[in-house]
């Protein structure tokens, strides 16, 4: 299929998401791609797309920081793209920090305490979204 713009693809990518992909990742990251598909298509910039994505995660998994969510990785990550200080290093540091997290949101917080010294898998995939968008250099730091 031919698209004459981003915003076409992400929609296309949102959908996919939503429908295809099982679990809680699947529908969370089509909500973030719906968000990042709206601001496209109103004339923004990728930034406010993923901030756009971030909200929509948030209001589909009503999770917020500290509850070992990709929330965790996200929420940092567009605070450095804000601030002009986006690294691999700061998207790592992220992950990892989900480590020591009890889990209190989503599948993994049925395990509860046995969540703890373990990276959350949304905030791992979360990552490498970002450090991919960092290589290929549509987020500057």
Do not use: C
């Not at 046995?114 to 991919?132: C, E, Q, T």
């Amino acid at each position: 299929k031919d698209f004459a713009s981003a915003d076409e693809v992400f929609k296309v990518v949102s959908m996919q998401l939503i429908s295809k992909v099982g679990g809680a990742s699947g529908p969370l990251y089509g909500s973030a791609f719906m968000g990042l598909t709206k601001a496209l298509k109103a004339g923004e910039d990728l930034t406010k797309g993923l901030q756009d994505g971030l909200e929509m995660i948030q209001k589909r998994g009503k999770a917020e920081v500290g509850e070992k969510t990709m929330v965790d990785v996200w929420t940092p990550v567009l605070g450095a793209i804000s601030e002009g200080q986006l690294t691999e290093e700061l998207v790592d540091k992220a992950v990892e920090a989900t480590k020591d997290l009890k889990a209190t949101k989503g599948r993994a917080s049925y395990v509860g305490e046995r969540s703890v010294g373990h990276i959350d898998p949304g905030s791992y995939s979360s990552g490498l979204l970002f450090k991919a968008l960092i290589e290929a250099e549509v987020l500057n730091g």
